[in-house]
């Protein structure tokens, strides 16, 4: 069982940045990949980037690249999104999740419970 808590989101201006943090519980954090997701108001949770268990393989929503940067601290087990350049259209609730395999369709295991990012113009 894994539980994960995100943490660090708020209310930005347009071209400002976050950093969202997600803390993991139990000790197999280093066995499990991780991704970061996002939900707009009435729309699809979607697929924001994704970080492979030793953090070598890293994949981007085109959306969000050149932007966002995930990373991951496994002794900290820990994983982070830092949010540069922030745009209205990033608003949404963040979510953190946690599989045993590298991937970016939302079929993960274990989810937080989201933490909100709004962007003002």
């Known amino acids: 069982q894994v539980q994960l808590v995100e943490s660090g989101g708020g209310l930005v201006q347009a071209g400002g940045s976050l950093r969202l943090t997600c803390a993991a519980s139990g000790r197999t954090f280093s066995s499990r990949a991780m991704g970061w997701f996002r939900q707009a108001p009435g729309k699809e949770r979607e697929f924001v980037a994704a970080?492979?268990?030793?953090?070598?393989?890293?994949y981007y929503a085109d959306s969000v690249k050149d932007r966002f940067f995930i990373s991951r601290d496994n002794a900290k087990s820990t994983v982070y999104l830092q949010m540069n350049i922030l745009k209205p259209e990033d608003t949404a609730v963040y979510y953190c999740?946690?599989?045993?395999?590298?991937?970016?369709?939302?079929?993960?295991?274990?989810w937080g419970q989201g933490t909100q990012v709004t962007v003002s113009s």
């Open positions: 999740a946690a599989r045993r395999s590298f991937g970016v369709t939302p079929d993960y295991e274990y």
């Open positions: 970080i492979s268990r030793n953090g070598i393989s890293i």
